[in-house]
């Protein structure tokens, strides 16, 4: 689903921004320049990136031994 209309961001960009690296939604904006031209987007992104995060997390949490998670 497209989050940001006028950067033409979708969900899955957003989530694989995530997975090379981005460790928070200023990360994702300054990648993917979300929200940096009307804003309208701006809620729905940080709750992408915020469930994204979350999700990571509790899969790392489910492994015997951590992955080890570095930014790019």
């Known amino acids: 689903m497209y989050v940001c209309l006028c950067q033409g961001v979708t ?30 987007c701006a809620c729905l992104a940080k709750e992408v990136v915020r469930d994204t995060l979350t999700e990571l997390q509790s899969s790392q949490a489910a492994l015997a031994y951590p992955a080890d998670f570095y930014p790019a």
């Open 11 to 40: 969900d899955g960009q957003i989530r694989d921004a995530i997975f090379e690296g981005c460790c928070s939604y200023k990360d994702v904006r300054e990648t993917l320049g979300v929200a940096t031209k009307c804003g309208k």
